[in-house]
């Protein structure tokens, strides 16, 4: 026996797997279960009883359970086909304080480089959905509509008058002036959804948790952009984070290497980070510093932060650097 629909005292009865179960109520009461004719053929519930009367029905009232009592199923080897009354069905749907659900977006990504075609769907058909871009006025929702540059779009469903909360979702056309290589292995568990999380001009917050940040874990991350032609450069940096309590620790240093054939680099520039691993709290930094300098390809590296401290519950292992956006001005 078991719950579909929670909360409504109603158990859906199913071929039992045991000869005999008992439950022992908090009232004092008992109810036992019986299977008759059990063997490992015989597993089709022919009939059911409850304290000695037929029961007709396919489910058990939690009201009927706690007074106590006795339940038979009789089993055979071949189904009951006969059919089956409407009334004795057991309900699963909520007819009472309806709410209609909210729509969602059907998109491969909420990031894109050149233009994003939007759909947006609902677990209801009928549903009528409205959405607006930017703040700016509602719309009925036809067909899949397409987007070239970054924005806001809000949605909300409306079924027979009721209308469902609004849902936001924020769309990010990533620049396609530059590309990313990187040349330490990302940790499986936090990719950020690819090499081009780096370099999307989206940052993270200090929840490293939201699956914005990359990780690389036991070793120093290396990686090269292409910015696809010579162009004068004012600013590198590359954001960081750190939380010692899950491993994640700044790294050491970040260096800069420049270069105008993708082979031959010289240091651009180098930091050092200043914040101690003592400051256990979660938190992020940008890294970098001002520069003057004309080339096509940069490399950045940063040193791992090194093993986890004495006074670390797990002293000694190895840290995570946690990268999200390598920052080129």
């Known amino acids: 026996i078991y719950p579909v629909c929670p909360g409504t005292g109603t158990y859906i009865l199913g071929t039992p797997l045991f000869d005999r179960v008992t439950i022992h109520l908090e009232n004092g009461k008992s109810f036992t279960f019986l299977a008759k004719n059990k063997k490992k053929d015989q597993f089709y519930v022919s009939s059911t009883s409850l304290n000695g009367q037929s029961y007709k029905k396919h489910y058990l009232n939690h009201s009927e359970l706690i007074k106590g009592g006795q339940f038979e199923f009789n089993l055979s080897g071949k189904p009951n086909l006969n059919k089956i009354d409407d009334t004795n069905l057991p309900e699963t749907k909520i007819s009472e304080q309806l709410i209609t659900p909210v729509p969602f977006f059907s998109v491969s990504s909420f990031k894109f480089k050149d233009?994003?075609?939007?759909?947006?769907?609902?677990?209801?058909?009928?549903?009528?959905?409205?959405?607006?871009?930017?703040?700016?006025?509602?719309?009925?929702?036809?067909?899949?509509?397409?987007?070239?540059?970054?924005?806001?779009?809000?949605?909300y469903s409306v079924i027979n008058g009721i209308s469902s909360?609004?849902?936001?979702?924020?769309?990010?056309?990533?620049?396609?002036?530059?590309?990313?290589?990187?040349?330490?292995?990302?940790?499986?568990?936090?990719?950020?959804?690819?090499?081009?999380?780096?370099?999307?001009g989206i940052k993270g917050n200090s929840?490293?948790?939201?699956?914005?940040?990359q990780s690389y874990f036991d070793q120093d991350f290396e990686a090269v952009i292409d910015l696809k032609q010579v162009r004068e450069l004012h600013y590198l940096g590359i954001d960081v984070l750190q939380d010692v309590s899950p491993w994640i620790v700044f790294p050491k240093e970040v260096q800069f290497f420049s270069s105008d054939d993708g082979i031959h680099y010289s240091l651009a520039g180098q930091v050092k980070n200043t914040?101690?691993?003592?400051?256990?709290?979660?938190?992020?930094?940008?890294?970098?510093?001002?520069?003057?300098?004309?080339?096509?390809?940069?490399?950045?590296?940063?040193?791992?932060?090194?093993?986890l401290p004495e006074w670390h519950e797990s002293k000694g292992n190895p840290t995570h650097l946690f990268i999200d956006e390598i920052v080129i001005n």
């Open 115 to 155: 233009q994003l075609s939007v759909s947006i769907g609902s677990p209801i058909p009928e549903a009528t959905y409205y959405f607006q871009i930017n703040k700016g006025p509602y719309q009925i929702y036809l067909k899949p509509f397409v987007i070239d540059t970054s924005c806001l779009i809000s949605t």
């Open 275 to 307: 914040i101690p691993v003592e400051q256990k709290e979660s938190q992020t930094q940008e890294l970098g510093l001002p520069i003057s300098i004309r080339t096509r390809y940069i490399k950045v590296k940063a040193l791992s932060g090194g093993p």
């Open 207 to 213: 929840n490293w948790k939201a699956g914005e940040w």
């Open 165 to 200: 909360f609004t849902v936001n979702q924020q769309f990010y056309k990533v620049p396609s002036d530059k590309t990313i290589t990187i040349l330490s292995k990302v940790h499986p568990m936090y990719t950020a959804g690819g090499a081009d999380a780096l370099i999307d």
